[in-house]
C-alpha cells in the first residue's frame, strides 16, 4: 500500500511542478438550483484542485443537487490521473441537469470530449453567449494559445443562445 500511495504522491508532484511552467487557465465554476446559488467556486481556491471539483465535493458534497445547473467557464476536464475522478464525470455523477461552457478546452485532442461526455449522459451542454464567451477567451488567452499551438481544424460549435443571468458577471467579477 505504501509504494502504491508514494508513487501516487510522486506522480502528484511531478505533475504540480510540470503544471507551473505553463499558462494556468481562470477557471471558476458557479451552481445554480431553482434560481438560487449553491456554490461558486474557483481554481487556485483549494490548490491543486478544479473549480467544479471544489464546488460539488468540498462545498457541495452533502446537497442534492441533481436538476442543478452549472456554469463553468472551461469545458470541464475529461482526464484526471487516478484515483482522481474527471470534472465532466463527476457532474454526470451528481446529476445535474444543465452545464453552460464559457471555452471549450483549446487543445485540440481533448477539445468537445467533455462537452460529449456531458451530453451522452443526457445532460444539456451549452455555450455562454457570444459576448460573454469573449470575456473569457479573453481572460484565458495565454492559456488558449499554449493549447492551440498545434490547429486540429475543428470548427468551433456554431453559437448557442441562453438568457443572460447575473451569474455570469458574479462568476466573471470572481475571475478577474
Ligand atoms: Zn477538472
Not at 508532484?13 to 494556468?24: I, L, N
Not at 455523477?93 to 483549446?106: F, N, T, Y
Not at 464567451?133 to 479573453?138: G, L
Request: hydrophobic residues 35%.
Amino acid at each position: 500500500m505504501m509504494t502504491g500511495a508514494s508513487r501516487f504522491w510522486l506522480s502528484e508532484r511531478r505533475k504540480s511542478v510540470a503544471e507551473d511552467d505553463r499558462p494556468h487557465p481562470k477557471v471558476g465554476a458557479v451552481v445554480v438550483k431553482d434560481g438560487k446559488v449553491l456554490a461558486k467556486a474557483h481554481r487556485g481556491e483549494n490548490p491543486k484542485s478544479h473549480a467544479e471539483y471544489v464546488a460539488l465535493e468540498e462545498k457541495l458534497s452533502t446537497e442534492t443537487i441533481a436538476g442543478a445547473t452549472v456554469y463553468t467557464t472551461l469545458e470541464p476536464c475529461i482526464n484526471r490521473n487516478p484515483p482522481k475522478i474527471c470534472c465532466a464525470q463527476r457532474l454526470v455523477d451528481r446529476k445535474v441537469a444543465r452545464v453552460l461552457i464559457g471555452m471549450l478546452d483549446p487543445n485540440p485532442d481533448i477539445r468537445g470530449l467533455g462537452d460529449q461526455l456531458l451530453s451522452e449522459a443526457g445532460i444539456e451542454v451549452q455555450l455562454f453567449p457570444r459576448d460573454l464567451r469573449a470575456q473569457v477567451k479573453e481572460m484565458n488567452r495565454e492559456f488558449s494559445l499554449s493549447g492551440t499551438r498545434k490547429r486540429s481544424g475543428k470548427r468551433e460549435r456554431p453559437q448557442q443562445r441562453v438568457d443572460s443571468d447575473a451569474t455570469f458577471q458574479h462568476l466573471l467579477s470572481e475571475l478577474c
